[in-house]
């Protein structure tokens, strides 16, 4: 997204302040928060204020004259950009080597500007400078008011000749006082994606951190949640949800001070990544994106969808495609005419686009198992002896557009790639291979296999422009970190982790450049990487190889703090024990694709399907554009519900799920509804019945929207009702 950028600076700076003999303020404000830095009498620049906004600014300054938390280390925790080696020995956000070998590092304040871009969009930067040796950093503060997001990032300039060596260069430093903070942080792994936990943090330091390099988020994601004084609900409570913007080893250090105040520093994870800066360069460092409400998880999450969308996911605001994936289908083991039939089921099924999956690449070492061939970008032409141009064609003809997936970033040991260029790939020279997958990533440091990288996708558009859809996949983590390339150019080993991830921005910037619509999916075997730095790339990701709708359910869920639905691919498949209709209903809540064999499907199954695309093509716009309302939580109950709204508040669309399965379980008595217009009246009319089947709600009652979200409605979730879908809409 471009802005004008209406310059509106105001620039002030640490002389100005002494010559008023007022200690610099920084407010900076979204419409209901507040961000306050302050410079003490000697420049440090702290943090006294983070939570709702006051009325009048001028008041910020009264903050820390009620505080009486002042001892020896006063000052110390509360730093806008903690650097390490001087007087401040708390946990740093910042330390370096400097060129002569000193290991310290101090930080005051000079000056701040602030530039508005929009009327919603403001930059304010903050520069502090080490007082005895050359370094300066930049903090910047990027401010969307309407939508209460903040994206900080910071910037270390290297002012000097001597090369500066970071040691840690985080994005954020930020500082909450209270008494109890609570962190919700996730876990998981392969196909056990976004199992999250919520602890009452303890004195010390909580770190969640990932070393897994290119698969980074595999066991963890850069995503967390922080309650304030008690654990937020969905409607109340103080809650900040914060996510790095970076596709590689992230760290976070939750710290609770002797204060019992809690000091937060998000960044880069700097294990194994001392970075060097040369004379007169800088280094900028990813965003650290957050959000804040006082009234609970749903409204912080729903304020970042409203970013996400509008400012952040490429085409946020605008359409996607239904598919149907060939991968469950026929795992590797296709050929043309297999496919012409699957072009023809996917017309039959309604949707836009067919997806073929992994297995159509490599002759010397066919792709024909995970075992080999990867990395090989020639179509196979045993199985597909007219190449990839015929098949766009046949798809055409049946009425259908066509993606494909690809894994660029990666090399099976059996590869002609590998044999060609063996100092490509990421792995120690003196020591064993280990794989993951049966497969090595390649080194993305090296501009050559960026390229390599580019070509493979520019070649695919170049030969067939009218492909309509990647699957970008990424499967194993990095093992053995080492780089032939840096170790050539004289570079640091340090730097692999690091550039690896630049380089795969740049790749991903280039091809932007040329490609800028195509939608692409951002896969990593499931949900192994998703964050906002991708998704500027990404109109969508694949959170999980799980489909099994009963474990969908939990799991959408959590990414929905996080990621708006129109970003969650959700395929109906054939995992899981439940009926077609739960499968489907579940997979309506996302970005719908289908991964099943069409010509398996019964007579009643299929035309429930065909139903249920064109019912998803009449929702679809609620689903992806609409406020997100979740309602009963599947953790906490035997069944599970949630609602998009429009932002008019004339469509809604109510999911309930049967989660439970003891007799009794369901929804007995009514709930409430959120995000109507309480004056409104609205109809309600349930979807995606299965072919045979009546509703058991009553269709001809309409409602007042203070009704619904008061008295509350009941869908009629029971054993015999496992999944039910609502539509609610406005009457005259
Ligand atoms: C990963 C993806 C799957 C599929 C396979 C293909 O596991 O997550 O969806 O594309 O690779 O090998």
């Known amino acids: 997204m471009r802005f004008n950028l209406t310059i509106c600076t105001v620039l002030f700076s640490a002389f100005q302040a002494f010559a008023q003999n007022s200690p610099v303020v920084i407010p900076l404000e979204t419409t209901q928060n507040a961000l306050v830095l302050q410079a003490d009498k000697d420049n440090y620049l702290g943090i006294i204020y983070f939570g709702k906004k006051l009325g009048q600014p001028t008041e910020y300054q009264q903050i820390p004259a009620q505080s009486r938390q002042r001892d020896g280390n006063a000052g110390t925790y509360n730093s806008a950009y903690t650097p390490a080696g001087s007087w401040n020995v708390s946990e740093p956000a910042i330390q370096v080597t400097q060129g002569d070998g000193n290991k310290s590092l101090d930080l005051v304040y000079v000056s701040h500007k602030t ?81 999250p936990e919520e602890e009452h943090l303890t004195a010390g330091i909580r770190v969640l951190d990932s070393k897994l390099g290119t698969r980074a988020n595999l066991f963890q994601p850069p995503s967390f949640m922080l309650s304030m004084d008690k654990p937020a609900t969905e409607t109340s409570g103080k809650v900040l949800l914060g996510t790095l913007a970076w596709s590689g080893n992230f760290r976070m250090d939750f710290e609770v001070d002797s204060y019992h105040n809690l000091r937060l520093i998000a960044g880069i994870n700097n294990y194994a990544s001392e970075y060097p800066v040369s004379g007169n360069q800088e280094f900028k460092t990813p965003a650290f994106i957050y959000t804040f409400s006082e009234n609970g998880k749903g409204e912080a999450s729903r304020n970042l969808h409203n970013w996400a969308r509008k400012y952040r996911i490429l085409d946020g605001e605008g359409s996607r495609l239904t598919l149907l994936n060939n991968w469950e289908a026929t795992y590797f083991d296709f050929n043309e005419e297999k496919l012409s039939g699957l072009f023809k089921d996917g017309k039959k099924l309604g949707v836009d686009l067919f997806l073929l999956d992994d297995g159509w690449f490599a002759n010397k070492y066919p792709r024909n198992n995970d075992q080999a061939g990867l990395g090989d970008w020639q179509e196979n032409i045993k199985k597909l002896p007219h190449g990839i141009g015929y098949l766009v064609k046949e798809a055409k003809n049946a009425g259908i557009k066509f993606g494909i997936w690809v894994e660029p970033e990666m090399v099976n040991p059996k590869s002609e790639l590998y044999e060609k260029h063996p100092d490509w790939v ?26 390599f990288v580019y070509g493979i996708l520019d070649k695919l558009f170049t030969e067939n422009p009218e492909i309509a859809y990647i699957k970008w996949d990424c499967n194993a983590i990095t093992f053995n970190a080492y780089s032939a390339y840096l170790e050539k150019s004289k570079q640091k080993q340090s730097q692999l982790y690091v550039d690896y991830v630049k380089g795969l921005y740049k790749v991903l910037e280039k ?22 730095e991708a998704l500027k790339y990404f109109t969508e990701f ?59 499907l019964d007579e009643k199954d299929l035309q429930f399907s065909q139903q249920a695309v064109s019912t998803y093509n009449a929702i679809k716009d609620v689903v992806w554009h609409g406020d997100l309302y979740r309602l009963v939580d599947p953790k906490e109950n035997d069944f599970s519900s949630l609602m998009f709204t429009t932002k008019n508040k004339e469509r809604a669309v109510l999911f309930s799920y049967l989660t439970g399965n003891r007799n009794g379980d369901g929804s007995e008595i009514a709930f409430r509804l959120e995000g109507l217009d309480p004056a409104k009246k609205y109809k309600v009319r349930e979807l995606n019945l299965y072919p045979g089947t009546k509703t058991a709600i009553k269709e001809d009652q309409v409602y007042s929207g203070e009704f619904l979200m008061t008295a509350g409605f009941n869908p009629v979730v029971s054993a015999r009702r496992t999944s039910v879908i609502i539509e609610i809409s406005a009457v005259q």
């Open 115 to 195: 530039v508005k871009e929009n009327d919603n969009v403001s930059l304010t930067s903050v520069v502090l400078k080490d007082p005895v040796y050359p370094v300066e950093v930049t903090l910047h503060y990027k401010i969307y008011a309407q939508e209460n997001v903040v994206e900080q990032w910071s910037v270390i300039s290297n002012n000097g000749k001597a090369p500066l060596t970071l040691q840690k260069y985080a994005s954020a430093n930020l500082y909450f006082t209270g008494k109890d903070f609570y962190l919700t942080h996730y876990n998981g792994t392969w196909a056990k994606e976004m199992n």
């Open 426 to 451: 990421i792995k120690q020279p003196q020591r064993p291979e280990h794989y993951m997958r049966n497969q090595l990533p390649l080194d993305l440091s090296n501009p050559e296999v960026q390229n």
């Open 511 to 532: 091809l932007r450049a040329k490609y800028p619509k195509v939608p692409m999916m951002l896969c990593s075997g499931g949900g192994g990487r998703v964050d906002y």
């Open 542 to 600: 694949w959170p999980s190889d799980n489909t099994d709708p009963l474990e969908r359910i939990f799991m959408q869920w959590e990414y929905s703090y996080f990621f708006p639905a129109i970003t969650q691919s959700a395929h109906v498949t054939d995992w899981g024990k439940q009926p077609s209709k739960f499968r489907t209903d579940v997979a309506m809540m996302g970005k719908l694709g289908y991964d099943i064999v069409v010509s398996h």
